[in-house]
């Protein structure tokens, strides 16, 4: 979810406002190899994962905070054998469930099973509008078999989002993706370009689409939601790459969302770990209310006293907070500068030449697939 | 705004829309995928009888009988459910 910016959910006018959206990220563990992965890329060696009751008691401190959704996801949340518990339990504390799935793994028995535990929402992710491309960006043959799991969530009656990352490999064919999610008969679709964060940012140059590619994209996704206008509903997300001011991340940091790791690292967004200098709390040893109202770490971005210029002065704060503290750090070195993806920032010429960069790479030129295997040789990298 | 709902017709909430009491919000809300909308109170009220068996008519009656000084509020509710299917809350 990191530069998540499609929620719904608007922060609570109370200064800190209440954790709404509670994200567990049950595990790392996955078995596609998706190279737009915004998983840390040492996430080789996070092997470390709550129990069942340890989640629980995370959900039951988090309802009592306020929160309200709950999204189950990771890596491939599937993977955790527990999930109908957790969901069936989450469910029963009131919660709406959201299940953020690649559906990999998941035979027709068991997606039943996760059905009739109660969950609210499947979100599918694909690849693309074709078995060949599909399979060759997840790194594994599974097309078929979401076709058929997103028939059996339909029959189900669930709402279903079908997700999609767009870039370089797959923004030509759009118009496909388009008509093959209104095949499916889906509610809502969520064309999301990717966002550089663990493996997406070491493989920026073959992700990054052109200008010429997302103003064609654009035009062909505007004609298809005025035509599906009440029949689908098409969201479409464009690299704050090409916005030229900064995303208001994750609504302000410490505002409604809270990501729990699957160590248990309590985290203001999925990528926040990368941040140094925060120790984030982890949720065995403390609960959700100190961590959310009192952890320095929950409170280090709140506020606008850690701005620096040209933040701390714009008419703007109060709206984008700066734009994305992991995005300024991993791009800048030090996560209290603007947001580079704001045209106002000292730095933003570094996107400015990621753009020129990406130009010549193609998708398939040296893409590093997400797993262990380069999670390992990353962490080497990292370490020398 | 021109209002062509039908009354005689019987709604209910979309499917993936949920709506429940909320105490830390102290309001109902709708909750449908990954967001959530804080309801006021006359948007509960309407929204939970509409459950599949009342018909447009049915919730301006029963809502008349609730509140007996709220004076045309017919017209409101109509709009209210326009704007409802409008934003896919109801079908």
Redesign the interface.
Same mark, same amino acid.
């Given at each position: 979810m990191a530069g998540s910016n #499609?929620?719904?959910?608007q922060p609570s006018p109370i200064e800190t406002g209440?954790p709404?959206?509670l994200m567990a990220e049950l595990t790392y563990r996955c078995p596609l190899q998706c190279s737009y992965c915004s998983n840390p890329v040492n996430y080789a060696q996070l092997k470390d994962e709550l129990t069942t009751e340890q989640w629980l008691k995370v959900f039951e401190q988090g309802r009592e905070?306020?929160a @309200?959704?709950l999204?189950f996801s990771g890596g491939e949340p599937a993977v955790r054998k527990d999930l109908e518990e957790l969901i069936q339990e989450a469910r029963k504390m009131?919660y709406?469930t959201?299940l953020i799935t690649s559906t990999v793994g998941v035979n027709e028995t068991r997606l039943k099973q996760i059905i009739d535990a109660g969950i =609210?929402?499947i979100?599918v992710s694909f690849q693309a509008a074709d078995a060949t491309l599909n399979n060759y960006i997840a790194g594994t043959d599974c097309f078929e078999h979401k076709k058929k799991t997103v028939e059996i969530i339909k029959e189900a009656?669930?709402?279903m @989002?079908f997700n999609i990352v767009i870039h370089k490999g797959n923004i030509n064919q759009i118009e496909e993706i388009i008509q093959f999610a209104e095949s499916l008969d889906v =509610?809502?679709v969520e064309l999301a370009t990717a966002q550089y964060y663990g493996f997406a940012l070491v493989n920026r140059s073959q992700l990054l689409p052109s200008r010429e590619q997302l103003d064609r994209a654009e035009k062909i996704v505007k004609a298809h939601q005025e035509r599906l206008e009440?029949k689908m #509903?098409i969201f479409y997300i464009i690299p704050d790459y090409y916005e030229n001011k900064p995303k208001p991340c994750m609504h302000g940091w410490g505002k409604i969302f809270l990501t729990v790791a699957p160590d248990g690292t309590a985290l203001p967004c999925h990528s926040a770990r990368d941040l140094p200098g925060i120790e984030f709390p982890n949720v065995v040893g403390n609960d959700l209310n100190s961590i959310w109202y009192q952890s320095e770490a929950f409170n280090h971005f709140r506020g606008d006293s850690w701005m620096k210029e040209p933040c701390r002065s714009c008419p703007e704060k109060g709206n984008d907070y700066g734009g994305c503290r992991c995005q300024a750090f991993l791009l800048t070195g030090d996560a209290e500068q603007a947001d580079p993806a704001c045209e106002l920032s000292p730095h933003h010429h570094i996107i400015q030449q990621a753009k020129t960069d990406s130009g010549p790479a193609g998708f398939e030129d040296g893409v590093i697939f997400r797993n262990s295997v380069n999670s390992k040789k990353l962490i080497k990298t990292i370490e020398s | 705004m021109t209002l062509k709902v039908d009354l005689t017709k019987v709604f209910k909430l979309n499917? !993936?829309f949920?709506l429940?009491w909320?105490k830390?919000?102290d309001a109902h809300?709708l909750?449908?995928?990954? !967001?959530?909308?804080k309801l006021s109170p006359s948007a509960a009220e309407i929204l939970t009888l509409c459950e599949g068996s009342n018909s447009g008519e049915d919730v301006v009656a029963a809502l008349e009988k609730k509140f007996p000084e709220a004076q045309g509020i017919a017209n409101d509710i109509k709009e209210f459910i326009q704007e409802a299917l409008?934003n !896919?809350w109801l079908k």
């Open positions: #499609k929620i719904d959910i209440q709404l959206w905070l306020g @309200v959704q999204g009131g709406y959201n =609210d929402h979100q009656g669930l709402s @989002v =509610d809502y009440g #509903k | 499917h !993936g949920r429940q909320e830390a919000q809300v909750l449908y995928p990954e !967001g959530m909308i409008s !896919g």
